[in-house]
């Protein structure tokens, strides 16, 4: 694992899990806290109109373990994001995000997300705005560039426009967006990744903090681009294997047990929170959808995915279901693992 790089500032920022609509709820950003305390995490997109006018505290409720947590907001209006951004510094957001990234349609009749590349005084006007609203940082997320928007120079003009605003930091997805023609989930594979373009900025811009994001598998591959830029944010790879952040609080803050919370102790330190969530009527599913993927990659993954998400919809099912589909990973995954040495790891003893 490389060093990190002379110019890393003392950021709360070099390991983060991206804001993911649908998955990134608190529900999951709890169940993430248990396996690394210190990596930063955002929340799904939440739009001004949905904080001005609906339900706050579904929209902005957190468990307070969840911290460092940065709330990622969806807008345009100066005056609404500022509105918003002062609504959650007050409920203890850590950090403020604007999206300049997403590129769906729905966002784009709003007039946010991607399609706010092609405005970068609005961006900045907005930025502005909120930085004068609260006193925790506010930060940008944004793509390398939009449809025949994607020179170096008009990235360039884009982010020192924000930067000038009062944006120190920015979180590059080091790919273009086509905003027409391409869907979300394609805007996220389809366009070739650009690290080229992030570290460029990054040596132009040296003051910036850069954060990288896109395609990022592993916490060796994070470790070898912080070589050169100040953060490095996951998307799908922290969702689909949880427990790759198991070594990231050791790796990447010198803080923390040497040894990882095991599987198992994180299903034990999960159990009080289901059962709290569980007599408020939460449905169960509703949470265990978020840990399919604690056992990926190890013999039993497959089992227990399935006896997760197949019990799960059982109508009596509780947070008992968690303890049993770890039992069954006990002696018949060991000997699996015995007869395929290639495949050796460590085997999660019963709980
Ligand atoms: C299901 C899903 C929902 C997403 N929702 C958001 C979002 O609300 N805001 C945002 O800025 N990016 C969103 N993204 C994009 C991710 O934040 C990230 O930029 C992208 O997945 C690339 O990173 P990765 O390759 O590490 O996944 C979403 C991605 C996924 C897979």
């Avoid at 009062?166 to 394609?186: M, N, Y």
């Amino acid at each position: 694992m490389p060093a990190l790089p002379a110019h890393a500032p003392p950021s709360g920022r070099l390991l983060s899990v991206a804001p993911m609509m649908d998955w990134t709820d608190r529900h999951c950003r709890y169940f993430l806290r248990l396996i690394s305390r210190h990596t930063l995490l955002y929340t799904e997109m939440v739009t001004t109109a949905a904080i001005l006018h609906g339900d706050r505290e579904r929209l902005l409720g957190f468990h307070p373990a969840e911290h460092p947590l940065a709330i990622q907001l969806g807008g345009s209006e100066p005056k609404d994001l500022a509105e918003c951004a002062k609504i959650a510094e007050c409920r203890g957001f850590d950090e403020i995000n604007l999206n300049v990234g997403c590129p769906s349609p729905r966002v784009r009749n709003g007039r946010f997300g991607a399609c706010l590349m092609a405005e970068p005084e609005l961006v900045a006007d907005c930025v502005r705005a909120m930085c004068e609203a609260v006193s925790v940082p506010v930060t940008v997320k944004t793509r390398i560039g939009i449809d025949d928007r994607d020179s170096y120079e008009d990235l360039v003009r884009f982010v020192t426009t924000v930067a000038d605003a009062g944006c120190r930091t920015l979180i590059v997805h080091a790919r273009k967006a086509w905003l027409q023609g391409l869907s979300p989930k394609e805007n996220r594979q389809t366009p070739p990744l650009r690290y080229d373009m992030v570290r460029r900025l990054k040596s132009d811009l040296p003051r910036l903090e850069i954060v990288l994001n896109g395609g990022i598998q592993t916490l060796d591959e994070a470790g070898r681009h912080l070589s050169w830029c100040d953060g490095v944010m996951i998307g799908r790879a922290a969702y689909h294997n949880p427990y790759l952040l198991a070594d990231a609080d050791r790796r990447f803050y010198g803080r923390g047990d040497p040894k990882p919370r095991t599987r198992e102790g994180v299903i034990e330190d999960f159990l009080p929170y289901l059962r709290e969530e569980l007599a408020k009527g939460t449905r169960l599913h509703a949470i265990t959808r978020h840990i399919l993927g604690l056992y990926h990659a190890t013999p039993g993954g497959r089992r227990w995915r399935r006896r997760i998400s197949e019990g799960s919809s059982r109508r009596e099912a509780d947070e008992t279901l968690l303890l049993e589909a770890a039992d069954s990973l006990g002696v018949d995954e060991y000997q699996e693992n015995l007869r395929r040495p290639e495949r050796r790891v460590s085997v999660p003893s019963p709980v």
